[in-house]
């Protein structure tokens, strides 16, 4: 079962940027607790901007 994950961890860290939607990856290797938090929380941020900014406006509102 290890040895799936593994080899699955491997495949996505080569071809992450080529799916669709490509999948960001964020190395937590060594990064604390709070800084993991930090990085997962702009990233977050980041999509959310792009979403409101790409989304048509509501003639309705």
């Known amino acids: 079962m290890v040895g799936e994950h593994v080899k699955f961890n491997h495949w996505l860290k080569e071809h992450a940027a080529q799916t669709e939607p490509p999948v960001t990856l964020i190395d ?19 999509r959310a901007t792009q979403a409101t900014q790409s989304t048509p406006p509501n003639p309705l509102t």
């Open 28 to 46: 937590t290797t060594r990064a604390a607790v709070s800084e993991t938090a930090a990085l997962v929380a702009s990233w977050i941020r980041g």
